[in-house]
């Protein structure tokens, strides 16, 4: 390629790592992804391994265009992450998001402070996947571990650590370990205490494109990389790659289609946090460092496609089973198809949350067939999809969003992209650079060597939905689908059958799911420190500094089960 600045950007993913070069108006140029490795424990990867499949991938991207970047960044998956010791060597296994070992401490934890509190001030709800409850674990696993500590670091500071021998992170990572305040952008000592740990344990929290450091010459030879280069961590993988595809600004949503589905909408300041976290959303800073946003997520997206394609197309192979699957749905018309699906296999998260709802076909007659159950639940996907981005927008101050934008694996289906455009009354669009979250990641990156990180967006294509199918559906919505999904659910029986080589989701019936209806009774100033904020919630919240730390709960459990998180959607 010509001459001109070349930018760097890796996403440290749950299923795969992937590796882009792009040009300093965002046209990506070379990509590479590689499996993302697990370890023989359940729900860890191995840290060496997690850093050679990245620096890998990256490897590969610079000898395919035979130039190396001026700079690289790096987002990726949340909440999970390994504590290093003093010579920057990583002290077991990276544990995964998913381990639903912590549990008891999310438990502990909420029950000490409040569900509600606890989501008022950090942004997220309790729930074995925080890292504050992984510290929990692992140090009344190990009561030496905060002196031999040095830092904690995630997926995505590992292998910048690896770059440039330097930690840092970014604020979207910490406000995901419930330890870290999104308003007043600071660590909360005395949530950390409850882990026998204090702030010198934390990693420094860089500013949006700040290099953690630059490549060591070590590196550099081994990546093709050149020493000096500045590398920085870019962030949460969803709020990254929402941000690369132009969700920039307020009343902007952006909807990620996998396996699982997030959608995220963008505000100018925080949303209602307490009817946040009654709806079972989080909130937090976006990419930029600027704006906030409120993110909610669904288990059971792309997963249903997956369990359609194993009772119904089992004898068709690898790609081919979506092609079949994509084949049947297009061999019905554009309108409602007549079964109605509520796309609860786990329970539901958000909106409302309830986890005894269930998967269900509602409306289900003689002569419907396998298409009809398959367009069925795309159908459904897409009008919870709907649900989700029209309670966000009550939450950030009632105005409808201005545009939603697909990205993901889930958006080659096209069938489903139009439904969701027609599903939802606003302008649709969808990305059209499958790896968004690691081009945000070098565009992001590229500040540090001048680059102007606003400007480029990732291509897309808009959906515009036929006038008459669209209004069909949305009547649909309005008049079948809510009150549906609304209607208080029964004693849970049995739990949908998921697809080969899953597993139900604990984070759907974990305090994600309770009803927090009733909000905190002191609502912290945005402008207090994290002391003054604890200390003036609710008495029964602050029982922290009386409560031994860490030892209150264990988990024996050696595999209680793999988590489907409702806010990491898999390609």
Not at 30 to 50: E, N
Not at 52 to 65: D, H, K, P, T
Not at 74 to 82: D, H, K, R
Not at 215 to 230: D, K, M, Q, S
Request: hydrophobic share 40%; proline share 11%; charged share 20%.
């Amino acid at each position: 390629m010509s001459e001109g600045v070349l930018l760097g950007g890796l996403d440290i993913g749950t299923t795969h790592v992937k590796a882009v070069l792009c040009d300093g108006e965002g046209r990506v140029v070379a990509r590479a992804k590689s499996p993302t490795p697990y370890g023989s424990l359940p729900h860890t990867h191995p840290a060496d391994g997690l850093v050679a499949a990245a620096l890998g991938a990256l490897a590969q991207c610079v000898r395919e265009v035979g130039r190396a970047p001026e700079a690289v960044g790096v987002t990726g998956m949340a909440e999970a992450g390994v504590p290093l010791d003093a010579d920057g060597r990583a002290i077991g296994p990276v544990r995964a998001w998913s381990d639903p070992a912590p549990a008891p401490h999310a438990a502990r934890l909420a029950e000490a402070f409040g569900r509600p509190q606890l989501h008022y001030l950090t942004g997220v709800l309790p729930s074995p996947k925080v890292p504050l409850a992984k510290w929990c674990a692992l140090v009344a696993d190990d009561a030496g571990l905060p002196a031999r500590m040095r830092t904690w670091v995630g997926a995505a500071d590992l292998v910048a650590h690896a770059l440039t021998g330097e930690v840092g992170t970014d604020a979207t990572f910490a406000q995901r370990t419930m330890a870290w305040d999104p308003v007043a952008r600071e660590w909360l000592p005395e949530l950390l205490d409850e882990a026998g740990l204090g702030v010198h344990h934390m990693p420094r929290v860089r500013e949006v494109g700040e290099p953690v450091g630059r490549v060591t010459a070590e590196a550099a030879a081994g990546v093709g990389l050149r020493a000096g280069t500045p590398v920085a961590v870019a962030g949460h993988d969803h709020l990254v790659g929402a941000w690369a595809a132009g969700v920039r600004g307020p009343g902007q949503v952006a909807d990620s289609m996998g396996t699982a589905e997030a959608v995220l909408t963008v505000t100018g300041e925080p949303p209602d946090r307490a009817r946040a976290g009654a709806e079972g959303m989080s909130w937090g800073r976006h990419a930029d460092g600027e704006h906030f946003i409120v993110l909610a997520g669904a288990a059971s997206s792309g997963l249903l496609v997956e369990w359609f394609c194993d009772r119904f197309l089992d004898g068709v192979q690898g790609a081919g089973r979506y092609e079949e699957f994509a084949r049947l749905v297009a061999t019905l018309p554009a309108a409602p198809c007549g079964p109605t699906v509520t796309p609860y296999a786990h329970g539901r998260s958000a909106p409302r949350p309830d986890p005894g709802a269930r998967f269900a076909v509602h409306d289900l007659r003689l002569e419907h067939g396998p298409a009809h159950i398959a367009r069925a639940i795309l159908e459904g996907t897409a009008h919870q999809a709907r649900w989700m981005t029209d309670t966000q927008a009550r939450l950030c101050g009632g105005v409808a969003p201005g545009s939603v934008t697909l990205l993901g694996g889930s958006t080659r289906l096209t069938a489903w992209t139009a439904l969701k455009a027609a599903i939802g009354p606003w302008p649709t669009r969808v990305c059209a650079e499958p790896e968004a979250p690691g081009l945000g990641a070098a565009l992001l990156a590229g500040r540090a060597v001048g680059v102007d990180g606003v400007s480029p967006v990732a291509p897309s294509h808009p959906v515009v939905p036929d006038a008459a199918t669209a209004a069909a559906h949305r009547a649909h919505h309005r008049d079948r689908f809510l009150p549906l999904a609304t209607t208080p659910s029964a004693p849970a029986g049995p739990p949908a059958s998921t697809p080969r080589g899953s597993a139900p989701d604990p984070a759907a019936q974990s305090p994600q799911g309770l009803d927090l209806a009733h909000p905190p009774t002191t609502a912290p100033h945005p402008g207090r420190s994290a002391s003054s904020a604890l200390g003036n919630l609710p008495p029964g919240a602050a029982g922290w500094a009386r409560r031994p730390p860490v030892q209150a709960a264990r988990n024996d459990d050696p595999d209680p089960g793999t988590a489907n998180d409702p806010e990491e959607p898999t390609p």
